[in-house]
T-cell receptor, first 112, second 113 residues
Framework: TQLLEQSPQFLSIQEGENLTVYCNSS?????LQWYRQEPGEGPVLLVT?????EVKKLKRLTFQFGDARKDSSLHITAAQPGDTGLYLC????????????FGKGITLSVRP | NAGVTQTPKFQVLKTGQSMTLQCAQD?????MSWYRQDPGMGLRLIHY???????DQGEVPNGYNVSRSTTEDFPLRLLSAAPSQTSVYFC????????????FGQGTRLTVV
């Protein structure tokens, strides 16, 4: 059973378009992270959200944590080819030794 | 600041061979983990450690051993390689528990023939 479901799995858009992708779960997480991974590299953290309803912005990227802390969304405004990559969400439950659970990822391709 | 360093970057093994994937971090992080990444499967946790001398199993531990003799190093051992272990392996470290930022190495692409 995949605890974190990411959708859509693949997305190909034109430069300048807006997009929203999702990370959903039936479980409650104490925090949720978004990572971006480029080919041949390890994932790199974009943001961590910890409070239900929290919204964080990172330049053209807007992240939201659901009120019930079960889901999250990532909105990209005016996508650029440099946004191309694999976007992974990862959730951590309460507890010092809680394991980080990753979704399967969303492959985004932004065409010039 | 090197961060998390994994070696080797690429490796081809024959079925039944054993090998050790190396992982070292220079950030004095207590928490270290090993993941494997397969197409369409995301990152799956193999083993993790919350500090020197302490290790525990993750989601897919079978066929792998780990040890944590120092804070810096967390090697992953394949006891008898199988084609099902063909994957990209990532080591990660974080300052505290899983809710804090995980820093990943560049990965080891392993092929078992």
């Amino acid at each position: 059973t995949q605890l974190l479901e990411q959708s859509p799995q693949f997305l190909s858009i034109q430069e300048g378009e807006n997009l929203t992708v999702y990370c959903n779960s039936s479980s409650v997480f104490s925090s949720l992270q978004w990572y971006r991974q480029e080919p041949g590299e390890g994932p790199v953290l974009l943001v961590t959200v910890v409070t239900g309803g929290e919204v964080k912005k990172l330049k053209r990227l807007t992240f939201q944590f659901g009120d019930a802390r079960k889901d999250s969304s990532l909105h990209i405004t005016a996508a650029q080819p440099g946004d191309t990559g694999l976007y992974l969400c990862a959730g951590a439950k309460a507890g010092a030794n809680s394991k980080l659970t990753f979704g399967k990822g969303i492959t985004l391709s932004v065409r010039p | 600041n090197a961060g998390v360093t994994q070696t080797p970057k690429f490796q081809v093994l024959k079925t039944g061979q054993s090998m050790t994937l190396q992982c070292a971090q220079d950030m004095n992080h207590e928490y270290m983990s090993w993941y494997r990444q397969d197409p369409g499967m995301g990152l799956r946790l193999i083993h993790y450690s919350v500090g020197a001398g302490i290790t525990d199993q993750g989601e897919v531990p079978n066929g792998y051993n780990v040890s944590r003799s120092t804070t810096e190093d967390f090697p992953l051992r394949l006891l008898s390689a199988a084609p099902s272990q063909t994957s990209v392996y990532f080591c990660a470290s974080s300052y505290q528990g899983q809710g804090t930022e995980a820093f990943f190495g560049q990965g080891t692409r392993l092929t078992v023939v």
